[in-house]
Antibody
């Protein structure tokens, strides 16, 4: 059974940083692209970032480019999202999600974690 | 970015009703559209990809269709478990953009 377990969410001040992690299990992690999708309170889903299966390429939404960094450790089956220069607009539930086999990082997601809440407030 | 415009934003229906949700892309996305179901406080669940290909375990009362840049999710006979919010997503272009969601509520 595929499991994606996010951690690292919490309260941060504007301008601060947080690092989210996603522990993956139940599938061969290094064969799949992965991504992060967020959802502000009461709002729609919004793609944040994706990374190829090898970690060789990463892609970002314009709103987070230059502030967020996605990375993965295929030896530990983990996906991370380093978030710097946080603003109140980054307040959201952040979901770790898996891309289906055979699809590039520009794709839909077939498995999702339960999400971790990031609140940016002074 | 490709805009995905869903309609309606809210839909009131009864158990057994046939329900249709639309999603219009601002430009051609071929058939690279996925649909998700999300219940309150839960993660999204993939319903279908490539406009009409059902994901594993999704009941056959769900179906998808495409006509140009218009995509449709149909629930043939609404069940109590189907009351949720539904999102479309195009993945033809980066970034993979989502619609604003359609909430299906009990009439």
């Amino acid at each position: 059974e595929v499991q994606l377990l996010e951690s690292g969410g919490g309260l941060a001040q504007p301008g601060g940083s947080l690092r989210l992690s996603c522990a993956a299990s139940g599938f061969t992690f290094d064969r799949y692209a992965m991504g992060w999708v967020r959802q502000a309170p009461g709002k729609a889903l919004s793609w944040v970032s994706s990374i190829t299966f090898s970690g060789g390429a990463a892609y970002y939404a314009v709103s987070v480019k230059g502030r967020f960094t996605i990375s993965r450790d295929n030896s530990q089956n983990t996906l991370d999202l380093q978030m710097n220069s946080l603003s109140v607009d980054d307040t959201a539930v952040y979901y770790c999600a898996k891309v289906p086999e055979g699809y590039s990082s520009s794709s839909f997601f077939d498995q999702w974690g339960q999400g971790t809440l990031v609140t940016v407030s002074s | 970015d490709v805009q995905m415009t869903q309609s309606p934003s809210t839909l009131s229906a009864s158990v057994g009703d046939r329900v249709t949700i639309s999603c219009r892309a601002s430009q051609s996305v071929s058939d690279w559209v996925a649909w998700y179901q999300q219940k309150p406080g839960k993660a999204p669940k993939l319903l279908m990809s490539k406009a009409s290909s059902l994901a594993n375990g999704v009941p056959s009362r769900f179906s998808g269709s495409e006509s140009g840049t218009e995509f449709t999710l149909t629930i043939s006979s609404l069940q109590p478990d189907d009351f949720a919010t539904y999102y479309c997503q195009q993945y033809n272009n980066y970034p993979g953009t989502f619609g604003q969601g359609t909430k299906v509520e009990i009439k």
